[in-house]
């Protein structure tokens, strides 16, 4: 699968990267989770890699648009040096970008001093991490698949960063801003849902994925929880035999099909949602980025659910003074 990175933004991303990591890094994560790290800026990344630092880094290259927005709402935002293609947090828009996220302009990345670089554990991605390691470089190689996957993440940049307090707050704000949401939906009827990431041929979230949970705890069923693999790529036949009450769909991104457009598919034409307009289209930057906005995730899932509903408001999980604190102050701060 080829995706132009002029084109492309984070979608591209995301379906790769999720396409060649799978969900093979259970261990590495596991054994990150436990890591006893033996100094004030050292963790194990989700490769099993230990990261040590003599200090926090002051200058940083994520690849990963979600731990990007980590990094802004930890208040780090002022130490990135640069942006992907694929973001598209408008406190980027003075940086320069490095191209690709899986494919980066190396050169012109290693020019630029970096003392740590973000990027994803498996497939283009770890061969790039490995030569910027070759270099001399510290990298993170992070595998983010799940709700306590994007925690652990929040957490780990947090202690590199020398920003465990506000790691530590912003996960307290996720997990109280989805408890909140889990009880404004407890009890009520529960619709059976597929989250359509691809078309032809239908790709979708299975169990083990932070959209799945999501997904449920906002008051859903995912009709494929018992898909062996976390980004299933089913049958239409199965589509259409499970028969879903309503479809989420991805939009704002190149290459998904327009919400509107299933109507004139051949089998998806067939599903009681599409015949009814129970389709919705979802933005593709929020809900691909299993980040600081997870909040925001569950609260619009529950409004397409349960229109009219009622949700408390409890802790949102967008901070703009923080992330007004982190704006990053372009190249020129970055000699």
Not at 180 to 188: D, E, H, K, S
Not at 199 to 227: I, K, Q, R, W
Not at 306 to 327: H, M
């Amino acid at each position: 699968m080829s995706y132009p990175d002029t084109k492309r933004r984070l979608t591209a991303v995301f379906l790769a990267a999720l396409l060649s990591t799978g969900c093979g890094r259970a261990e590495a994560r596991n054994e990150a989770a436990g890591a006893d790290a033996s100094t004030p800026f050292s963790v194990v990344d989700d490769a099993g890699r230990v990261v040590s630092l003599d200090a926090a880094p002051e200058r940083i290259v994520s690849l990963i648009p979600a731990v990007t927005e980590m990094i802004i709402a930890l208040g780090a935002g002022h130490r990135l040096l640069a942006r992907t293609d694929y973001d598209t947090n408008p406190l980027l828009d003075s940086l320069p970008s490095v191209g690709g996220g899986l494919n980066p302009d190396l050169e012109w990345l290693v020019r630029r001093r970096p003392d740590l670089v973000v990027g994803w554990t498996d497939g283009t991605a770890r061969a790039v991490l490995a030569r910027l390691r070759a270099l001399g470089v510290a990298v993170y190689s992070a595998d983010i698949q799940s709700l306590a996957d994007a925690d652990s993440t929040v957490a780990r940049m947090g202690r590199l960063l020398d920003r465990e307090r506000e790691a530590a707050g912003i996960i307290e704000r996720t997990s109280s801003g989805l408890e909140n949401v889990r009880g404004a939906v407890r009890g009520l009827p529960r619709p059976r849902v597929l989250y359509v990431l691809s078309v032809d041929p239908p790709m979708t979230a299975g169990p083990g994925t932070f959209l799945h949970e999501v997904m449920e705890l906002a008051g859903a069923d995912n009709v494929f929880a018992d898909a062996g693999a976390n980004w299933p790529t089913v049958s239409l036949e199965s589509v259409v035999e499970r028969d879903p009450d309503l479809l989420l769909v991805p939009v704002g991104e190149e290459g998904f099909a327009a919400p509107e457009r299933l109507a004139e598919l051949p089998g998806w034409s067939e599903l009681r949602a599409v015949r009814a307009g129970r389709v919705h289209g979802v933005d593709a930057d929020l809900f691909h980025r299993p980040g600081p906005h997870l909040v925001d995730v569950a609260r619009r899932l529950a409004r397409i659910y349960f229109p009219g509903i009622r949700l408390p408001d409890g802790a949102e999980s967008r901070d703009a003074a923080a992330q007004a604190d982190a704006r990053p102050t372009g190249p020129e701060a970055h000699p």
